[in-house]
């Protein structure tokens, strides 16, 4: 099962500040969270890995409150070009070989002109 | 860096034959990769985790006979869909890891499979 829980879809427009947040209420210590953006016929693009509090990279920034059971992808001045599924994952198990990535809903969002 | 490609990027074939894809990492080792499949309008669903050689893991409800995983190289692994059928169309990615210890995966561009 899935251990992220984020909207189904979202709509902005160009120019604005877009925030995605996705629950993780059982996130376990060791997880870090990690974002994807997908689009159609594509495979998955890293966007963004966090552990805790603030991280900022050149595409966006990750918010991580201090219990770590929710994070907010912060994407500023969309663009077109930034209508994806945007998806919020935690790992699924020991730190091992065995440790894998389950997929969940994502976000769907659109950016409209 | 950190460039995983797949081949072929789509391919189209009969009902009963089967079908390889390869999946490789082209700038890194990978000691673990991942093969998902993706029907329309889903999220992307984990069939099995490969490690270099080892067998490969597979998901509950992933039949393994018919979904042939092969790591046999730090950068190479191959899914085979065995006597492939209409119901088996559908856009599969696959995944590499640099290491274990790290959970940062890094995606291929997904390979497009039609069955007649």
């Known amino acids: 099962l899935a251990k992220t829980t984020q909207p189904i879809s979202m709509d902005s427009y160009e120019g604005q500040e877009v925030n995605i947040t996705c629950s993780h209420n059982?996130?376990?210590?060791?997880?870090?969270i990690t974002w994807y953006q997908q689009f159609p016929s594509q495979g998955p693009r890293f966007i963004i890995q966090g552990y805790k509090t603030k991280v900022t990279n050149e595409v966006a920034s990750l918010f991580i409150p201090a219990d770590r059971k929710s994070s907010t992808l912060s994407l500023p001045r969309v663009s077109l070009s930034d209508t994806a599924v945007y998806y919020c994952l935690v790992g699924d198990g020991p730190m091992d070989s065995s440790y894998k990535l389950i997929f969940g809903s994502g976000t769907r969002l659109l950016v409209r002109p | 860096g950190a460039v995983v490609s797949q081949h072929p990027s789509w391919v189209i074939c009969k009902s009963g034959t089967s079908v390889k894809i390869e999946c490789r990492s082209l700038?890194?080792?990978?000691?673990?990769m991942f093969w998902y499949r993706q029907f329309p309008k889903q999220s992307l669903m984990l069939m099995a985790t490969s490690n270099e050689g080892s067998k490969a893991t597979y998901e509950q409800g992933v039949e393994k006979d018919k979904f042939l995983i092969n790591h046999a190289s730090l950068t190479l692994s191959t899914l085979t869909v065995t006597s492939a059928h209409p119901e088996d169309s559908s856009f599969y990615i696959c995944?590499?890891?640099?290491?274990?210890?790290?959970?940062?995966?890094?995606f291929g561009p997904g390979t497009r499979l039609t069955v007649l």
């Open positions: 059982n996130i376990a210590t060791n997880d870090y």
């Open positions: 995944s590499a890891r640099p290491r274990a210890g790290t959970d940062t995966q890094y």
């Open positions: 700038d890194f080792q990978a000691t673990t």
